[in-house]
């Protein structure tokens, strides 16, 4: 029962509290005009390259494959 009492105290308290005061709306509408705004570049800004679906390989040859060539290679 005492958790419950100190859990809705602060609800209580903010429920019961003057809210604060909203920012000026000069800087707002200012953010939002349209004609500040720069247009979005026309088509996809990244290429895709297909990648064909492909049988799972071994997971240690994969990760020779792209280790360095100076690694140590050691295991445990």
Do not use: F, K
């Not at 308290?13 to 809210?19: D, K, R, S, W």
């Not at 000069?26 to 720069?38: E, G």
């Not at 280790?67 to 140590?72: D, G, L, V, Y």
């Amino acid at each position: 029962m005492i958790y419950r009492l100190a859990a809705c105290m602060p609800l209580a308290l903010a429920g019961c509290a003057e809210p604060l005061a909203l920012p000026e709306a000069s800087a707002l509408t200012r953010a939002a005009d349209p004609l500040l705004a720069s247009p979005a570049p026309a088509g996809p800004s990244v290429g895709y390259t297909y990648h064909p679906i492909a049988e799972p390989l071994d997971w240690r040859e994969l990760n020779d494959a792209q280790a360095p060539e100076n690694s140590s290679g050691g295991g445990l």
